[in-house]
């Protein structure tokens, strides 16, 4: 009896619930001492010690309350008498399982009494089982009809009772047998990293609640209209259907210990962490350097992107072709921009989208009756040219595209005249970190040629130190400026820095625009950005393989060609033998 003899005073006093006239009853459900400590200072009316809260306390999902894991009765009455009822003043319920096989109303109503007990809860509680269960439990005598009868006896003798309540018919039961705070209950909170996912709208509770209080309130009048649970996650949330519902108050679960717990001991870390990061001196040169890529588009002044500047900066000043290895998402204009210095728009050309003949044309260019007509390689005033996934062109296109470059010279298709290469090529190719630079299908002329002339950009995830600067960057492209955007908390900083960024450059810039449109009003935690992260990589086509590009081209080669061999096999720079073998082996019939 050593946590109840605390005085008559003491104990009236908590049973006693405090006037709320003109605000909300603000109740918690908490599963520790320094939770119901927490919860008393930051102002809550009255604290529910339930199962549910000890499990979240030990690290377990709210619904392990409901399963068999520990016996609810012995848990509840261990932790709330020994840590939460010597510690606060503020009115405690206590949670009664009518499941236990030994349980009677009179039972509960002694625990009540005999430990200090402001009241009593239906916790664990037929409400949050599924449908097909309350309605066994029901016929079995343990289910919600139960429940009511037992906080009716411990309203009766002088104490509080809070009905967890989750149908209408429930609602109807609590309200006929008088029942004075009825909680409407809508399921497990969403949210934080063990929350469940959103099943109703904000706009759906707030009118499932306004009838449900309608429905109690005209039964009885003076019942006191309660909500917890499901998408209300945030005092925002609770006010918006405040506005559609009049209620009395609001119990929080895991909005009140878990997720605040996540976030608090989250941005804690994640600010000692940032404390102790260290920016490493920079040398006179390595400054120069990153005034050159700032000048060019790049952000950042990691190792990374010192590393990769250093190495475009060598490249910038050859006259040669070169490789530009990069993941999906990265930018591409800083890079070109380091590369050719004229700065103007660059021609493009796309191994993966033109089939050969179109390709070979825009590249090498085409003999006609009145001359050659020039190619990109060859046409005056052509300087750079951007080719993308080379390796997906013919073989024997790549190997005329390196031995003409090795050579400086194009030597036609007909005439066999050899005429200058003017142009260098930037070769682009879309590989993963963990990739060889180069892929496995281009050419080993081409593989001979780029050998020691390539470079790799380095994906976000390996300079995410840069963050901040790189967020920056990409607002001020979009024409947005700091007071456009909420500010970061310690904890959503670090989330940003531990997400994999698999779209790189473009997936940070989707998470700005989310933030852009979420509006600056308050920090972003850790909870709220991962909602703003892309769940994974959208589903990708399986890549082409190269005996199915083969035959595309091959096809589309034919037919451009009215099926006739001879002209396909020469706009495909093959002989016509080596199409007949080829279209053999690629099961192409006549």
């Known amino acids: 009896m050593g946590c ?3 005085g008559a005073i003491s104990v009236h006093s908590r049973r006693m619930m405090p006037s709320t006239s003109g605000r909300l009853l603000i109740g918690a459900a908490v599963g520790s001492g320094i939770a119901a400590q927490t919860a008393e200072v930051g102002g809550a009316d009255l604290l529910l010690a339930v199962n549910a809260a000890r499990m979240r306390n030990m690290g377990a999902p709210s619904i392990a309350g409901m399963l068999p894991c520990h016996a609810a009765s012995a848990m509840t009455d261990a932790f709330a008498a020994r840590e939460i009822l010597p510690r606060v003043s503020v009115p405690v319920l206590l949670g009664v399982n009518c499941w236990d096989p030994d349980f009677t109303p009179e039972a509960a109503l002694d625990r009540v009494a005999e430990q200090g007990f402001a009241g009593a809860v239906n916790f664990p509680n037929a409400t949050l089982m599924p449908r097909a269960m309350r309605q066994m439990l029901d016929r079995a005598g343990r289910g919600f009809r139960r429940e009511i009868e037992t906080l009716a006896r411990v309203q009766a003798a002088g104490y509080r009772a809070l009905y967890y309540c989750g149908a209408r018919e429930h609602a109807q039961a609590a309200a006929e047998a008088g029942l004075d705070m009825i909680l409407l209950n809508f399921g497990w909170n969403a949210g934080g990293s063990l929350g469940h996912a959103r099943r109703a709208s904000l706009e759906e509770v707030g009118l499932i609640a306004r009838d449900y209080a309608a429905l109690v309130r005209r039964i009885h009048p003076g ?22 519902a009049t209620l009395d108050g609001y119990v929080g679960g895991s909005t009140l210990d878990r997720m605040p717990y996540e976030e608090s001991v989250t941005n804690r870390i994640a600010g000692y962490r940032q404390a102790g990061r260290r920016q490493d001196e920079l040398t006179q040169r390595q400054e120069a350097l990153l005034r050159w890529g700032r000048g060019h588009g790049f952000s950042g002044r990691s190792k990374p992107v010192l590393a990769c500047l250093e190495h475009l ?4 000043r050859a006259r040669r072709s070169l490789a530009v290895t990069l993941e999906r998402g990265m930018p591409l204009a800083p890079v070109l921009s380091a590369l050719d210095r004229r700065r103007r728009d660059v021609p493009q050309v796309d191994g993966r989208t033109d089939p050969g ?3 070979s ?7 006609a009756e009145g001359g050659n007509e020039a190619g990109l390689l060859t046409a005056p005033g052509c300087e750079t040219i951007i080719v993308r996934d080379i390796d997906r062109a013919l073989p024997s296109l790549q190997q005329r595209l390196a031995r003409s470059l090795a050579s400086g010279a194009l030597v036609t298709s007909r005439r066999r005249r050899r005429i200058r290469v003017t142009a260098r090529v930037i070769f682009l ?3 993963g970190s963990d990739e060889p630079l180069l892929p496995d299908d281009l050419h080993p002329d081409l593989v001979a040629l780029l050998s020691g ?3 790799r950009l380095p994906p976000l995830r390996q300079r995410v130190e840069d963050l901040s600067e790189v967020m920056a960057a990409l607002a001020a492209e979009a024409g947005l400026d700091a007071a456009d955007l909420p500010p970061l908390g310690a904890g959503a900083l670090e989330r940003l820095r531990r997400h994999p960024w698999p779209g790189n450059e473009a997936e940070l810039a989707r998470v700005i625009g989310r933030l852009a449109a979420r509006g600056a009003a308050g920090d972003v935690g850790g909870t709220e950005i991962a909602a703003f992260l892309d769940d994974g990589e959208a589903a990708r086509p399986p890549p082409e393989t190269a005996a199915d590009l083969e035959k595309r081209q091959i096809v589309e080669a034919l037919w451009r060609n009215d099926f006739h061999r001879g002209r396909t096999a020469e706009a495909l720079h093959i002989s016509r ?3 007949y073998n080829r279209m053999a082996r690629l099961g192409l019939k006549d």
């Open 577 to 579: 033998k080596t199409l």
């Open 313 to 316: 900066g060598a490249l910038s």
């Open 357 to 359: 003949p179109r390709l």
């Open 361 to 367: 044309r825009r590249l090498f260019g085409h003999d």
């Open 453 to 455: 002339w390539t470079v």
């Open 223 to 244: 019942a006191r209209i309660l909500l917890e649970g499901g998408p209300v996650v945030s005092a925002e949330d609770l006010g918006h259907v405040a506005r559609v």
């Open 429 to 431: 190719f879309e590989r």
């Open 4 to 6: 109840s003899t605390r």
